[in-house]
């Protein structure tokens, strides 16, 4: 069977840093490096392409940053050099980060003629009160009509990412942010629980004990709330963080838990191929200056021995719903330690998922404590 890819191009420009955020972007001063941007993608997938010769295409990732500040001509633009290169799979998932605060219905319209298929909306909260405290350059309404754009279009899968953990949720306001969430029928929900990032503003001020966010045990309990609206609503519970309409799940997020290879343009990509992970420098005028002279981008790279990617396989399958089956571990890895199967009854009997003695598959629960199933299973 012919191996395939995903693709993640990264763009490093915001309007304005959230306080909590860790990921590489810089704020929009200058338009001129913008311009150039694009250019620069396309000149770093020339000349790593070559790498990825033979290799079909699953999905393109527009990350960042907010991608959803770029001209719908430049997202085209790389789309068709990326196309011009790799042979797609039937059903290219093509998707795009937006932030609510910078789109139109007339934007997405413009995305959906480039190919952009699935949108991934930032709206993390749909509580004022929150949205302030997260710095974020868009309100409810603004966040409300945004997603009610995106969903006119029956082209498009729309899914919204919400963040848990400020000192300001108990389930009374999750019940209100998720009962006015579930009428627009987002296609896939992810939760991301706020964790204070060294570096960010946030982590500056919880070191000077001006805020504590929720403890771990009190963002599970929420979820677990959550979750609970969720099924009731029709939604699958597929991943540790995400959840999913029937057949909605985001394939290019799918491909990354199975181990798949995927390749990343521009500063702070990743890439992995298997067996190594690689990454571009943090820094957009190195990336810049390597590559206007026809280099690429300084990077750093590691190699996985056979323990680690063992470990990596079960980590990520124990954070699917699909679970971890015992069989398909025999025929990569060999014989399971024996002890496993006393822990797995253990894991299964304190109610955090199903052991048959074939597999284990997490509920809600063992998902949201994948973390620590993983440690007890790995030691
Ligand atoms: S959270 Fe998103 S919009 Fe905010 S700074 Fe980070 S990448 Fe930019």
Same mark, same amino acid.
């Given at each position: ?105 007339? =934007? ?16 993390? =909260? ?40 400020? $000192?300001?949720?108990?389930?009374? =306001? ?15 929900i992810s939760f991301y629980s706020l964790t204070l990032e060294e570096g960010t503003r946030l982590a500056s001020r919880g070191q000077r004990g001006e805020l504590v966010n929720l403890p771990v045990d009190a963002t599970v309990d929420l ?22 309409? $029937?057949? =909605? ?38 990336? !810049? ?8 981008? $300084? ?65 809600? !629960? ?14």
């Amino acid at each position: 069977m012919q191996q395939t890819f995903n693709l993640y191009v990264h763009y490093p420009f915001c309007l304005r840093r959230c306080p909590y955020c860790a990921f590489y972007s810089t704020e929009l001063t200058e338009s001129e490096i913008l311009r150039a941007y694009p250019d620069l993608i396309m000149r770093e997938l020339d000349l790593r392409s070559p790498d990825w010769r033979g290799f079909l295409l699953k999905s393109i990732y527009f990350g960042g940053g907010t991608p959803s500040l770029m001209t719908a001509a430049e997202v085209s633009l790389i789309i068709a050099a990326i196309l011009d290169r790799f042979t797609p799979v039937d059903n290219l998932e093509v998707s795009l980060e937006a932030n609510p605060g910078t789109l139109s219905r007339n =934007s997405i319209e413009d995305l959906i003629k480039t190919g952009i298929n699935r949108l991934s909306l930032g709206l993390q =909260s749909l509580s004022d009160e929150r949205l302030s405290f997260l710095g974020r350059i868009h309100n409810k309404t603004e966040a409300l009509k945004a997603l009610a754009d995106a969903k006119r279009f029956s082209k498009l899968k729309v899914s919204v990412d919400l963040m848990v953990g400020t $000192p300001l949720e108990d389930t009374g =306001s999750w019940d209100v942010e998720i009962d006015t969430l579930l009428p627009y029928r987002p296609d896939g929900i992810s939760f991301y629980s706020l964790t204070l990032e060294e570096g960010t503003r946030l982590a500056s001020r919880g070191q000077r004990g001006e805020l504590v966010n929720l403890p771990v045990d009190a963002t599970v309990d929420l979820l677990l709330h959550v979750a609970g609206k969720l099924a009731e609503a029709g939604y699958h519970h597929y991943e540790v963080s995400n959840w999913a309409l $029937p057949g =909605s799940e985001c394939r290019h997020n799918l491909h990354y838990w199975e181990r798949g290879s995927y390749l990343g343009l521009g500063p702070s990509a990743h890439s992995f191929t298997g067996s190594r992970r690689s990454w571009n420098a943090a820094s957009l005028q190195a990336y !810049r200056a390597a590559l206007e002279g026809n280099r690429l981008p $300084p990077s750093e790279s590691e190699d996985l021995n056979d323990d680690e990617i063992r470990m990596e396989w079960v980590y990520l399958k124990l954070r699917q719903a699909g679970g971890l089956d015992l069989e398909e571990y025999r025929i990569k890895f060999g014989d399971p330690p024996p002890y496993w199967q006393k822990i797995f009854e253990r894991i299964g009997a304190s109610g955090l998922g199903v052991y048959t003695g074939r597999s284990f598959k997490p509920n809600d !629960r063992g998902l949201l404590l994948a973390d620590e199933i993983a440690l007890r299973i790995l030691g």
